[in-house]
C-alpha cells in the first residue's frame, strides 16, 4: 500500500476493517428458498436464486468468502447473502459505489492462504491497509471511474463482436472449402481448358486399392515374421488375408448438401490406413522425457506447442507407441473434453498423442492438409456434435469418428483449397491475435485506472473538501451509535 506521505494531503489511510466492517452472509439453502420472491439471494459467484425475505436492510456489497475469494458483487437492493460470502451494508458515509471499485483495485482474493478450498479470512480483510479520500472526493472519483470504464466497456465489446464476426467468417470459409465454392472445382476448369480431369471418384478407387494392397502386405509381413517362407505357403496366406479384408462401409449421407461437380462423399475410414488411440491409462510425468501432448497445446494459430507439453519417460513411450505411434503428416483429432479439434502434425521429432485425441493415418493418396480442412469444416464438426456423447466430459467415439462423412475433391484441386484456405484463416488469426492483445490492454488499462484513481490522480482535489481523517472519526462516531443502539 501507498505510503501516507504520497497521498494528497486531504487523504489519509484506514484498515479496511475501521472503515468498512463485514459480515458473514447466512444459510439459506436452494430448497429453503421462496423463488417466487423478487429478493435476489448472492453466493461468491453472484446470483444464485431468489427469496421472498431480504437478510439486508439496503443496498449492499458482497464480497466472496469461499470459492470465487474477493470476488466483488454490488446489490442495488435490499439482498440475501448466503454462507459463503461476507457483505457490507450501505451508509451515507461509506458510498458503495466508492467501495466497490476500491475493493475490485484491492484485489482481495490475492488474500487466499488457504491449501483445499479457497477462501477469505475476515481477520486479515480487516488488516488490510486503504487510501482513503474526503467523502466529496469519493463521490467524484465513483463519476470520473464509471464514466471511463463505460467507455472501455464500449470498446471491450465492440472488440468481442468482432471476434463473433471472426469467428463466422472462419466457419463460412471452411465450409465454402468443402462444399467447392473457396476456389474454382477442377470440372471448371478442365472445361474451360479443354481438357479432361480425375473426379474424386476414381481419386476414391484408387486410394481404396492402395489402401487395401497395403493392408494385405503389412498382414502377410506379419506371417512371414512368424517363420512362413515358402512361396506355396505364403500364396495360401495372402488368400487367407484377402478374404479377411472388409472394404469400408459408405457413409451415411443424409442431410449432407450436395457436393459440387467431380466430388464425393466418403468415409474417413477410407482415406485413412488406420485412426486409434493409445492405453487410456495415464503414463506417469517426468521432468524430462517424450513430449505427451494433449489438446491444451493445439496453438491458436492451427499449430501444436510443445513447450509446455508434459513429458513421459522412453520406457512409457515406446510401450504407448506398441498400440499406434504419431509420425509426421499424420493428423490429430480430440475427442474427449474439447471434441472437434484437427492438428496436422509437422514434425519429425517423437512425441506421443493423449488419450484425449485420436490420431488419424492418412492414405499415401490423401491430403493432410485437406483432411484437416474438412474435419474444422460445419458439415463435418456438425456430425461430430451428434456424435459425441456425454456432458461433464464429452466423448466421441473412434467407431463414430471412422464413420464421419467426409466430402473429397479432385487431387489437384485439394490443394488449392488448402492453399486458399490457408491464406485466409492466416489473415483471421492475425487481426484475432490484435484483438487479443487489445482486449489485454483494455484489462490493463482498467487497474490503471483504478490505480490512478486511489493514488489521487484521477480527480481534481478540493481544499474545501472536508479531510478524511474528519471523515474516519465520523464514521467511528456512527458505529459507537449503533453498537449502543444495538445494545
Known amino acids: 500500500m501507498r505510503n501516507t506521505a504520497q497521498l494528497p494531503e486531504s487523504w489519509t489511510q484506514a484498515k479496511l476493517g475501521d472503515v468498512l466492517p463485514i459480515l458473514y452472509g447466512k444459510g439459506l439453502t436452494k430448497a429453503n428458498r421462496n423463488s417466487a420472491g423478487d429478493v435476489p439471494v448472492y453466493g461468491s459467484s453472484g446470483i444464485v436464486g431468489t427469496h421472498d425475505k431480504p437478510l439486508t436492510r439496503g443496498p449492499a456489497l458482497v464480497i466472496g468468502r469461499k470459492g470465487s475469494v474477493g470476488a466483488i458483487h454490488r446489490s442495488r437492493t435490499a439482498c440475501w447473502p448466503i454462507d459463503t460470502v461476507y457483505y457490507a451494508e450501505d451508509c451515507a458515509l461509506t458510498p458503495l459505489g466508492f467501495y466497490e471499485h476500491l475493493l475490485r483495485?484491492?484485489?482481495?482474493?490475492?488474500?487466499?492462504?488457504?491449501?483445499?478450498?479457497?477462501?477469505?479470512?475476515?481477520?486479515?480483510?480487516?488488516?488490510?491497509?486503504?487510501?482513503i479520500p474526503p467523502l466529496e472526493e469519493q463521490h467524484r472519483i465513483v463519476e470520473a471511474i464509471e464514466s471511463y470504464l463505460t467507455r472501455l466497456d464500449d470498446a471491450v465489446a465492440s472488440l468481442e463482436r468482432v471476434q463473433r464476426n471472426l469467428e463466422r467468417y472462419r466457419a463460412s470459409?471452411?465450409?465454402?472449402?468443402?462444399?467447392?465454392?473457396?476456389?474454382?472445382?477442377e470440372a471448371e476448369l478442365a472445361r474451360k481448358e479443354n481438357r479432361s480431369?480425375?473426379?474424386?471418384s476414381v481419386l476414391l478407387e484408387r486410394i481404396l486399392a492402395e489402401r487395401k494392397a497395403r493392408w494385405i502386405e503389412d498382414a502377410v509381413e506379419k506371417v512371414r515374421a512368424k517363420g512362413i517362407t515358402g512361396e506355396d505357403a505364403l500364396l495360401q496366406a495372402r488368400k487367407k488375408v484377402e478374404k479377411k479384408y472388409k472394404e469400408p462401409e459408405p457413409p451415411d449421407t443424409t442431410d449432407l448438401p450436395d457436393l459440387p461437380e467431380g466430388w464425393t462423399w466418403t468415409s474417413l475410414r477410407s482415406l485413412c490406413d488406420a485412426i486409434g488411440d493409445v492405453d487410456h491409462k495415464m503414463p506417469r510425468r517426468t521432468d524430462v522425457g517424450i513430449p505427451y501432448?494433449?489438446?491444451?497445446?493445439?496453438?491458436?494459430?492451427?499449430?501444436?506447442?510443445?513447450?509446455?507439453?508434459?513429458?513421459?519417460?522412453p520406457e512409457d513411450f515406446e510401450r504407448l507407441?506398441?498400440?499406434?505411434?504419431?509420425?509426421?503428416?499424420?493428423?490429430?483429432?480430440?475427442?474427449?473434453?474439447?471434441?472437434?479439434?484437427?492438428?496436422v502434425?509437422?514434425?519429425?521429432?517423437?512425441?506421443?498423442a493423449s488419450?484425449?485425441?485420436?490420431?488419424?493415418?492418412?492414405?499415401?493418396?490423401?491430403?493432410?492438409?485437406?483432411?484437416?480442412?474438412?474435419?474444422?469444416?460445419?458439415?463435418?464438426?456438425?456430425?461430430?456434435?451428434?456424435?459425441?456423447?456425454?456432458?461433464?466430459?464429452?466423448?466421441l467415439g473412434l467407431a463414430h469418428i471412422r464413420r464421419l462423412a467426409i466430402p473429397l475433391a479432385p487431387e489437384h484441386?485439394?490443394?488449392?483449397?488448402?492453399?486458399?484456405?490457408?491464406?485466409?484463416?492466416?489473415?483471421?488469426?492475425?487481426?484475432?491475435?490484435?484483438?487479443?492483445?487489445?482486449?489485454?490492454?483494455?484489462?490493463?488499462?482498467?487497474?490503471?485506472?483504478?490505480?490512478?484513481?486511489?493514488?489521487?490522480?484521477?480527480?481534481?482535489?478540493?481544499?474545501?473538501?472536508?479531510?478524511?481523517?474528519?471523515?474516519?472519526?465520523?464514521?467511528?462516531?456512527?458505529?459507537?451509535?449503533?453498537?449502543?443502539?444495538?445494545?
Open 355 to 395: 488419450y484425449s485425441m485420436a490420431i488419424l493415418k492418412p492414405a499415401a493418396l490423401v491430403s493432410p492438409d485437406f483432411l484437416e480442412v474438412c474435419l474444422s469444416s460445419e458439415d463435418v464438426q456438425r456430425q461430430i456434435k451428434e456424435h459425441t456423447r456425454g456432458v461433464a466430459q464429452p466423448d
Open 105 to 131: 483495485y484491492l484485489r482481495l482474493g490475492a488474500l487466499d492462504r488457504s491449501t483445499t478450498i479457497p477462501g477469505l479470512s475476515r481477520d486479515d480483510y480487516d488488516e488490510v491497509l486503504t487510501p
Open 173 to 185: 470459409v471452411l465450409k465454402a472449402a468443402v462444399e467447392g465454392r473457396l476456389v474454382p472445382t
Open 413 to 487: 484441386e485439394q490443394a488449392r483449397v488448402v492453399e486458399e484456405a490457408r491464406r485466409v484463416t492466416s489473415l483471421i488469426h492475425h487481426v484475432e491475435s490484435a484483438l487479443t492483445q487489445s482486449a489485454e490492454r483494455a484489462t490493463s488499462l482498467r487497474q490503471s485506472i483504478l490505480k490512478w484513481a486511489f493514488e489521487g490522480k484521477l480527480v481534481e482535489q478540493d481544499p474545501n473538501d472536508e479531510p478524511a481523517s474528519v471523515l474516519l472519526e465520523r464514521i467511528q462516531v456512527k458505529r459507537e451509535m449503533n453498537r449502543a443502539e444495538s445494545n
Open 293 to 313: 501432448v494433449s489438446t491444451r497445446d493445439f496453438s491458436g494459430d492451427g499449430g501444436i506447442d510443445f513447450t509446455g507439453a508434459k513429458h513421459i519417460s
Open 197 to 200: 480431369y480425375e473426379p474424386a
Open 321 to 343: 507407441c506398441r498400440k499406434i505411434r504419431p509420425k509426421q503428416g499424420d493428423v490429430l483429432l480430440s475427442r474427449y473434453g474439447t471434441v472437434g479439434l484437427a492438428r
Open 345 to 352: 502434425i509437422r514434425t519429425s521429432h517423437p512425441f506421443q
